[in-house]
């Protein structure tokens, strides 16, 4: 299990082990890809996330000024897109990255706190440039897989019912299917007030390791700072894992 050391002013202090109890490891199979570098581990929270307020400077830190780690870097965007169409996926206009759908709103003054998980979730994304998936995993059922869609895999991925067609696109699947990416994440399996623990995916591109290395230890740290612990993910030994 690890637990993060990095500071970035009010947002990250330093974590003492102390503060951590063991969390099941989760089990994940992850296809060969070249291009694919990723962090995966799960998350334990104290309270509901119903009940756990963001903190301001968790907050604070969804702007695009605040004091990060890490830095916008166009190469991160085009690694990524590449990354997406190693399968064949175009991740072009509605089917952008997500970390790129941050940068709009960030830069639009409309990203606002969802719930403190993914909140987390989003200040690491926007800044490292690397999309990052959260699943709830009490809505989720195992095994799971990391792989890319088959033709004709879709699902819905908001509450009205809207579907993204996948194929061809890097994805978490879990029994039912697929449930997450680097584009938008399943309806069925997304945070709610009542979740406990989620299973968190940073997708990182081949070249950019220990950036991933530095985004997955911020982003610990920030989950941290909620009183939540973080449990390594057991991967397959065909994947490959930062």
């Known amino acids: 299990m690890k637990t993060a050391r990095m500071r970035c002013g009010e947002i990250a202090p330093a974590l003492r082990a102390s503060q951590f109890h063991t ?11 070249p291009l694919l570098r990723i962090a995966v581990f799960s998350t334990s929270f104290p309270v509901p996330l119903g ?3 963001t903190p301001p400077a968790l907050s604070d830190a969804l702007r695009l000024d605040a004091p990060a780690p890490l830095q916008r870097d166009e190469a991160v965007r085009g690694a990524v897109r590449d990354l997406l169409r190693h399968g064949g996926y175009k991740p072009t206009g509605r089917g952008k990255p997500a970390s790129e759908y941050l940068v709009r709103a960030a830069t639009e003054g409309a990203l606002g706190s969802i719930n403190a998980a993914v909140d987390a979730c989003n200040v690491v994304s926007l800044h490292s440039g690397f999309p990052i998936s959260v699943v709830d995993l ?3 059922t195992a095994p799971f897989r990391i792989g890319i869609a088959d033709e004709g895999t879709s699902y819905v991925f908001n509450a009205s019912g809207q579907e993204i067609d996948v194929t061809g696109l890097l994805c978490l699947f879990d029994a039912d299917g697929a449930c997450a990416n680097a584009v938008r994440d399943s309806q069925r399996t997304k945070t709610r007030a009542e979740t406990r623990s989620t299973l968190g995916v940073v997708w990182g591109c081949a070249g950019f390791e220990q950036r991933l290395a530095i985004a997955e230890r911020w982003y610990r740290a ?8 973080t449990t390594d993910a057991v991967v ?5 894992v930062a």
């Open 236 to 240: 397959s030994p065909t994947g490959v």
């Open 138 to 140: 009490d809505r989720a």
């Open 222 to 229: 920030l989950l941290g700072t909620l009183g939540a612990t």
């Open 23 to 33: 969390v099941h490891p989760i089990q994940i199979n992850i296809d060969p890809h």
């Open 51 to 53: 009940e756990l307020s």
